[in-house]
């Protein structure tokens, strides 16, 4: 079984950004990290509503797809963004693009695995 390929993580947040834009959303990075191999997660919300967690996760069946990790705590907003905060101390590589988008699930599973 031959493994996908792998664009440069720049060339991915591109694509990313317009799909967003494309389906009626927008998208924003938040924190720009390495340009060819840097780990990518998504930060979807709806205007400005609750937010979730999306990193790509390798399954059973040799795909990546993008999973839900971590949903924002209504009672204390700041924890997520303290969460982030601390991935990228613990990364400087790594890609966070925000997603605002009214149905996240759908745009998710518009991604290729």
């Known amino acids: 079984m031959t493994e996908p390929v792998r664009f440069p993580a720049h060339?991915?947040?591109s694509s990313l950004i317009r799909l967003a834009e494309s389906?009626?959303?927008s998208a924003m990075v938040l924190s720009k990290g390495e340009r060819d191999g840097g780990t990518i997660l998504l930060v979807t919300m709806y205007r400005g509503?609750?937010?979730q967690l999306w990193e790509r996760?390798?399954?059973m069946d040799g795909t990546r797809s993008?999973?839900?990790t971590k949903e924002q705590d209504t009672e204390n907003h700041?924890?997520?963004s303290d969460y982030l905060s601390r991935r990228r101390e613990q990364d400087p590589d790594i890609w966070i693009l925000e997603v605002d988008?009214?149905?996240p699930e759908r745009f998710?599973?518009?991604l290729p695995g």
């Open 11 to 13: 060339v991915e947040i």
């Open 23 to 25: 389906n009626n959303g």
């Open 49 to 51: 509503g609750s937010a």
């Open 57 to 59: 996760m390798p399954q």
């Open 66 to 68: 993008f999973v839900r």
């Open 78 to 80: 700041y924890e997520f």
């Open 101 to 103: 988008i009214a149905d």
């Open 108 to 110: 998710i599973a518009l």
